[in-house]
């Protein structure tokens, strides 16, 4: 499963990082990738993931976490 969340206040690499590996140092996403053209990071998780925990690993990073999308399946 993968969670896309958007995310505001991200503008440089530096900023991705950040948000990148506070997603990753979460217990169950195995990996997180920003896409800052689109202002969003991608988590893919090995066990759901509670998105209050997502937001507030975000938010202490400066950050604000927006709508948050479920993908499931293969394709998406």
């Known amino acids: ?3 896309i969340i958007a995310v505001s206040g991200m503008h440089c ?3 991705a990082k950040a948000v990148e ?3 990753c140092a ?3 996403i195995s990996k997180a990738k920003v896409d800052l053209s689109k202002n969003s990071v991608t ?3 090995k ?3 509670d998105d209050k925990l997502i937001i507030e690993a975000i938010a202490a990073k ?3 976490a927006g ?3 479920i993908k499931e399946g293969l394709f998406f």
């Open 67 to 69: 709508e948050i999308t």
């Open 1 to 3: 499963m993968k969670k």
């Open 26 to 28: 979460i217990d169950g």
């Open 43 to 45: 988590a893919t998780m």
């Open 47 to 49: 066990t759901d993931v």
């Open 21 to 23: 590996d506070a997603l």
């Open 62 to 64: 400066g950050f604000e």
């Open 13 to 15: 690499a530096h900023c």
